[in-house]
């Protein structure tokens, strides 16, 4: 069962839209979740979450958590052709023997012209 | 600052042959993490070293696998008797502890024929 879901898995939007790109996750021992940004190989780092209902804001780019219900969100405004990514949500959270990351499959975003 | 550097970048082999892939995290964090990620998939947990050790290990799929970090510092990932499952990129990322966020390196695309 997949710990981390991402929706949409994919979406097509033209330049100058919002898209609003979501997460949950099930997880015991919750300690993080993180949000990057993937075009060719490596993953950049956008967010870092770990506190609820504080928005994290990086010009067009933001992102909030909600632990209660156990989900993420993060927003694009005045999208651009240069935010066309895949967008990686992952949780780190302790126990279950796993240090590391566990990530969803992430959202296929293409903005086009 | 220099980021994390992974090599070869591509690397092709034949089923059964051994490879080695190498990371370079960024100076000064103590841990390092490495993942797998496949066509249309998030990047998965391998293993995780805090300084030389392995402190975690549990998500390397079997005992083909194994890593080493003899110095603290840069890490090598291992495959004996590489099989065609094996493809997919490898990616390194490092962190400046335990819990904090991960910087990615560019991946290995490993190719077994």
């Known amino acids: 069962e997949d710990k981390v879901v991402q929706s949409p898995l994919s979406l097509v939007v033209h330049e100058g839209d919002t898209v609003t790109l979501n997460c949950s996750y099930e997880?015991?021992?919750?300690?993080?979740l993180l949000w990057y940004k993937q075009e060719k190989k490596a993953p950049t780092f956008l967010f870092m979450l770990?506190?609820?209902?504080i928005e994290k804001k990086s010009g067009r780019l933001s992102s909030i958590l909600d632990k209660k219900e156990l989900f993420s969100i993060l927003n694009i405004t005045a999208t651009q052709t240069g935010d066309s990514a895949v967008y990686l949500c992952a949780v780190l959270y302790s126990g279950g023997g796993a240090d590391g990351l566990t990530f969803g499959k992430g959202t296929h975003l293409i903005i086009q012209p | 600052g220099a980021g994390v550097s992974q090599t070869p970048s591509n690397k092709v082999t034949e089923k059964g042959k051994y490879v080695e892939l190498r990371c370079d995290p960024i100076s000064g964090h103590t841990a390092l993490y490495w993942y797998r990620q496949s066509l249309g998939q998030g990047p998965e947990f391998l293993i995780y070293f805090q300084g030389t050790g392995a402190a975690d290990d549990s998500g390397l799929p079997n005992d083909r696998f194994f890593a080493v970090r003899p110095e603290g510092s840069v890490s090598t990932l291992k495959i004996q008797r590489t099989e065609r499952g094996d493809s997919a990129v490898y990616l390194c990322?490092?962190?400046?502890?335990?819990?904090?966020?991960?910087?990615f390196g560019p991946g290995t695309r490993l190719l077994v024929l």
């Open positions: 770990t506190s609820s209902g």
């Open positions: 997880v015991t021992n919750f300690r993080s």
């Open positions: 990322a490092s962190s400046l502890d335990r819990g904090e966020t991960q910087y």
